[in-house]
């Protein structure tokens, strides 16, 4: 059964960092397909970055520069680095995994499981 718990959410100030965390268990971050995703209040769920075999990254136009998705294989786990964050960063962050891996994608259609989510709010 695979598990992906999120952890990491806050509330900032503009201009703040956050690191978020994904733990994966019965699923392997090694040389696969993960995604972090966002989904603010009234809105659709937007993918924010993609890793896929362990260095292969690509990021949405509004957070590249400022975000960074990166793994830890020895802890299963998977990351996103949110550096000078903004109030429309403001979300529900979720991290997805791939099954088969198949390639970096940004379409949560493309995502077989899911996180339960974690909020950050960037406050002006």
């Known amino acids: 059964q695979v598990q992906l718990v999120e952890s990491g959410g806050g509330s900032v100030q503009a201009g703040g960092s956050l690191r978020l965390s994904c733990a994966a268990s019965g699923y392997t971050v090694r040389s696969n397909s993960m995604g972090w995703f966002r989904q603010a209040s009234g809105a659709e769920r937007e993918g924010v970055a993609a890793?896929?075999?362990?260095?292969?990254?690509f990021y949405a136009d509004s957070v590249r520069g400022r975000f960074t998705i990166s793994i830890d294989n020895a802890k299963n786990t998977l990351y996103l680095q949110m550096n000078n964050l903004k109030p429309e960063d403001t979300a529900m962050y979720y991290c997805?995994?791939?099954?088969?891996?198949?390639?970096?994608?940004?379409?949560?259609?493309?995502?077989?499981?899911w996180g339960q989510g974690t909020q950050v709010t960037v406050s002006s």
């Open positions: 890793i896929y075999n362990d260095v292969q990254t």
């Open positions: 997805a995994a791939r099954h088969p891996p198949a390639g970096w994608s940004l379409a949560p259609y493309a995502y077989r499981y």
